[in-house]
């Protein structure tokens, strides 16, 4: 499922073996119910800077909920550490868009249910961010010795 399914990277997806593509909205329930129909797996991945925290939260979780009742097989979560949980819920380590993915991550490994396989694919930042000049990921020379660091806590 896509906003646009006219988009260049949306094209790139429809050109691979097996892959169509829908367009509708994953904050749509008629949306999802008809997209997950027919299909044997899915890989549903929420773009939490665009809808907050909060609606990813609530739609992640109602999206794995309607991809059960559709017959999906297998979901995969696309998912980011539950970083607030990891850093012993210090505050300054709070990054909203990492701990909306992680909350509803771990919430779908907790459900038991034998209809439905479900995985989490967790990633990080985005490469492009750790190479390209002028990001807050730039690698730095540091008392001569190259170092990489993601600006948390600041």
Not at 90 to 107: L, M, Q, T
Not at 108 to 128: C, E, H, W
Request: proline share 5%.
């Amino acid at each position: 499922m896509t906003r646009n399914p006219e988009g260049r990277r949306a094209k790139e997806l429809a050109a691979l073996p097996g892959v169509e593509l829908f367009k509708g909205s994953f904050a749509n329930e008629v949306d999802l119910t008809n997209g997950f129909k027919g299909c044997d797996g899915a890989y549903v991945n929420i773009d939490g800077f665009n809808c907050g925290e909060k609606a990813e939260i609530f739609w992640g979780m109602r999206a794995y909920e309607i991809a059960l009742d559709a017959g999906i097989k297998f979901y995969v979560w696309g998912n980011l550490d539950y970083t607030l949980k990891k850093a012993n819920w210090d505050p300054k380590f709070r990054c909203g868009h990492y701990d909306g993915k992680g909350r509803v991550g771990e919430w779908i490994l907790q459900q038991p249910n034998s209809k439905m396989g479900a995985a989490l694919f967790t990633t990080g930042p985005y490469i492009d961010m750790t190479l390209a000049p002028l990001t807050l990921m730039t690698p730095r020379v540091i008392d001569g010795v190259v170092t990489w660091s993601v600006p948390l806590g600041k």
